[in-house]
């Protein structure tokens, strides 16, 4: 009968699974499965059995020598004589297995090229993947994810993950075809004490690019201020075929057949309104997925001491976004690069907000190399 932790069904049916805990920290790296530690191999050559084999070899050679030892436990005289030799030298800890190979071998990767990747892993935490494609855009090693990732584990400071598991997808074949609009929030910025201003974060992203066409800070949800910001994004990027909402207010009411503002002015134009299904987020992943980089890179690293400053942030991260920060799910190339061309031309750790006060310092450690 297998064991619990061997079965592949979750007690909750509705839980997905994840087969192993990563737990790390100063000075120590494991990995335990759900339920307990895995089973280990007894009959491994470094497994305790194998260790008492060799211990009894040794002692039968010493006894009644090396060929009668041989012959009872049906091992080589050579084996035996490099026991003997090995247990003469270190002990019971010579008889441990281990590989032969060289302890010191090492890639034709340089030393300065460890130093610069574990900088970038201690200052933003991007996965080995993330961290050799911004290496060889940016121009400064090219070097594999693999390596990266033994590196890592080497060092300490590797971390496990459990992939997301892959929903429907899709993609327009074109920029402007859609645009996915949401809102976010509420937010509370404090002024001081126990002043706060109540703020939502709406912003709007092109399907085919995951390009920004805008995002803006707002004291109010109403459909005024977000069609007169709607009506700046279309002028400054055109118009889309479609534009995506959820279900909430001021997109949609909850009478059928029956616009609000918004609709209007979207039918109007001639623009149709898509709306995502209920209790289906996915449906919007586009922009769902930039509110996860956004919580992740601003709104959990900055306190904003008013909102102007709030305005200033998320403009600078729309344009660190759009033209410098390369996208895995469109292949490394930043968002600008696919909707309208804008080609990369960043160098080493230009327009990183969390590395580019090391610029000086890259240069002159390439240089030295």
């Given at each position: 009968?297998p064991k619990?932790?061997?079965t592949?069904?979750?007690s909750?049916?509705?839980r997905?699974?994840?087969?192993?805990h990563?737990?790390?920290?100063?000075?120590?790296?494991?990995?335990?499965t759900?339920g307990?530690?895995?089973?280990?191999?007894?009959s491994g050559p470094?497994?305790?059995?194998q260790?008492?084999r060799r211990?009894?070899a040794?002692?039968?050679?010493?006894e009644?020598?090396?060929?009668a030892s041989?012959r009872?436990?049906?091992?080589?005289?050579?084996?035996?004589?490099?026991?003997l030799a090995a247990?003469?030298?270190?002990g019971?800890a010579?008889l441990v297995?281990?590989?032969r190979?060289?302890?010191h071998f090492r890639?034709?990767?340089p030393a300065w090229?460890d130093r610069?990747?574990?900088?970038?892993?201690?200052?933003?935490?991007?996965?080995?993947?993330?961290?050799?494609a911004?290496?060889?855009?940016?121009?400064?090693?090219?070097?594999?994810?693999?390596y990266i990732?033994?590196?890592?584990?080497?060092?300490?400071?590797?971390?496990?993950?459990?992939p997301?598991?892959?929903?429907?997808r899709?993609e327009?074949?074109s920029p402007?075809?859609?645009?996915?609009?949401?809102i976010?929030?509420?937010f509370?910025i404090?002024?001081g004490?126990?002043?706060?201003?109540?703020?939502?974060?709406?912003?709007?992203?092109?399907?085919?690019s995951r390009?920004?066409?805008g995002?803006r800070?707002?004291?109010?949800?109403?459909a005024t201020?977000?069609?007169?910001w709607?009506?700046?994004?279309?002028?400054l990027?055109?118009?889309?075929?479609e534009?995506?909402?959820?279900?909430g207010?001021?997109?949609?009411?909850?009478?059928?057949?029956?616009?609000?503002r918004?609709g209007?002015?979207?039918?109007?134009?001639?623009?149709?309104?898509?709306?995502?299904?209920i209790s289906s987020p996915w449906?919007n992943?586009?922009?769902?997925?930039?509110?996860a980089?956004?919580?992740a890179?601003?709104?959990?690293?900055q306190?904003?001491?008013?909102?102007?400053?709030?305005?200033?942030a998320?403009?600078?991260f729309v344009?660190?976004y759009?033209y410098h920060r390369?996208?895995?799910?469109?292949?490394?190339?930043t968002?600008?690069?696919?909707?309208?061309?804008?080609?990369f031309?960043?160098r080493?750790?230009?327009?990183?907000?969390?590395?580019?006060h090391l610029q000086?310092w890259l240069?002159?450690v390439?240089?030295a190399a």
């Open positions: 009968m619990s932790w061997e592949n069904t979750p909750d049916p509705r997905w699974l994840r087969r192993h990563y737990q790390e920290g100063p000075g120590f790296l494991f990995v335990a759900q307990g530690r895995p089973a280990s191999d007894p470094r497994g305790p059995a260790i008492r211990m009894r040794v002692r039968l050679a010493r009644l020598g090396v060929e041989s009872q436990l049906g091992c080589s005289r050579r084996a035996i004589h490099y026991w247990f003469a030298a270190d019971i010579g297995g281990g590989s190979r060289p302890q890639p034709s990767v090229v610069v990747i574990i900088t970038i892993r201690l200052l933003t935490y991007w996965n080995s993947k993330r961290i050799a911004e290496m060889d855009r940016r121009q400064i090693y090219q070097v594999g994810h693999d990732d033994g590196l890592l584990r080497a060092q300490g400071c590797s971390r496990g993950s459990v997301p598991r892959p929903g429907p899709y327009r074949t402007n075809e859609l645009w996915h609009i949401d976010k929030g509420p509370f404090n002024l004490g126990h002043q706060y201003i109540k703020t939502w974060i709406v912003g709007l992203v092109d399907d085919h390009f920004v066409i995002l800070i707002l004291s109010e949800t109403k201020p977000i069609l007169a709607l009506e700046e994004c279309f002028e990027c055109g118009r889309p075929l534009l995506m909402s959820d279900n207010l001021p997109f949609v009411v909850w009478m059928p057949y029956v616009l609000t918004f209007k002015r979207l039918r109007d134009l001639h623009i149709q309104h898509l709306r995502t299904q449906t992943g586009k922009i769902e997925a930039f509110w980089v956004l919580q890179e601003v709104l959990d690293r306190r904003f001491a008013g909102f102007a400053e709030a305005e200033n998320l403009a600078r344009q660190y759009n390369l996208s895995g799910v469109l292949g490394w190339v968002p600008a690069e696919r909707y309208d061309g804008t080609p031309t960043d080493g750790f230009e327009h990183i907000p969390a590395l580019v000086s240069q002159t390439m240089t």
